[in-house]
T-cell receptor, first 109, second 115 residues
Framework: GQSLEQPSEVTAVEGAIVQINCTYQ??????LSWYQQHDGGAPTFLSY??LDGLEETGRFSSFLSRSDSYGYLLLQELQMKDSASYFC??????????WGAGTKLIIKP | DAGVIQSPRHEVTEMGQEVTLRCKPI?????LFWYRQTMMRGLELLIY????????DSGMPEDRFSAKMPNASFSTLKIQPSEPRDSAVYFC?????????????FGSGTRLTVV
């Protein structure tokens, strides 16, 4: 079967750094994406990793290791507005996204 | 671009009634997806289209659900008859295969409540 594993909840302090891990087992792999969803909102695209390594976009970075079937999202200088759910998703051979269950990030002052 | 536009934003209907959800994708996007999200089941892909053609509808729960895409700028998801267990947020998303780095763009969703 196809599955993505990510923690259900992560708690961090404002101003700190937090890492959200994602491991995957899929029949095909054409990239790992991360999405952010605030309560009551729609998922919004954050990043895409097609090759191994680190991609940086401002305070957010995403990493991929295809040999380990593993990736992570790194959020730096956490702000209260970063409180949201974060989803990892793998693109399979049919151009569909296989989604993780999401990680709820709770940020404390 | 105005993004992916969904209507209505909220829909409350009685069990047994027909419900139609609408979606206008981003111009130039060749893929359109319908998702359903609930607390219990998370994000579920219902059906997706490529160039207006349905490619995979294996996620459609049952025959009460149907989706159409008559042209590149419009799609509908219909539930007939609706049941309380259909209550969820329904998202439409579009993307361009030629631009994977841009990901999917989701609409604001339709929150459906069936009473």
């Amino acid at each position: 079967g196809q599955s993505l594993e990510q923690p259900s909840e992560v708690t961090a302090v404002e101003g700190a750094i937090v890492q959200i891990n994602c491991t995957y087992q899929t029949s095909g792999f054409y990239g790992l994406s991360w999405y952010q969803q605030h309560d009551g909102g729609a998922p919004t695209f954050l990043s895409y990793n097609g090759l191994d390594g680190l991609e940086e976009t401002g305070r957010f970075s995403s990493f991929l290791s295809r040999s380990d079937s593993y990736g992570y999202l790194l959020l730096q200088e956490l702000q209260m507005k970063d409180s949201a759910s974060y989803f990892c998703a793998v693109r399979d051979s049919n151009y569909q996204l296989i989604w993780g269950a999401g990680t709820k990030l709770i940020i404390k002052p | 671009d105005a993004g992916v536009i969904q209507s209505p934003r909220h829909e409350v209907t009685e069990m047994g009634q027909e419900v139609t959800l609408r979606c206008k994708p981003i111009s130039g996007h060749d893929y359109l997806f319908w998702y359903r999200q609930t607390m219990m089941r998370g994000l579920e892909l219902l059906i997706y289209f490529n160039n207006n053609v349905p490619i995979d509808d294996s996620g459609m729960p049952e025959d009460r659900f149907s989706a159409k895409m008559p042209n590149a700028s419009f799609s509908t998801l219909k539930i007939q008859p609706s049941e309380p267990r259909d209550s969820a947020v329904y998202f439409c998303a579009s993307s361009s295969r030629g631009h994977p780095l841009l990901g999917y763009t989701f609409g604001s969703g339709t929150r459906l409540t069936v009473v």
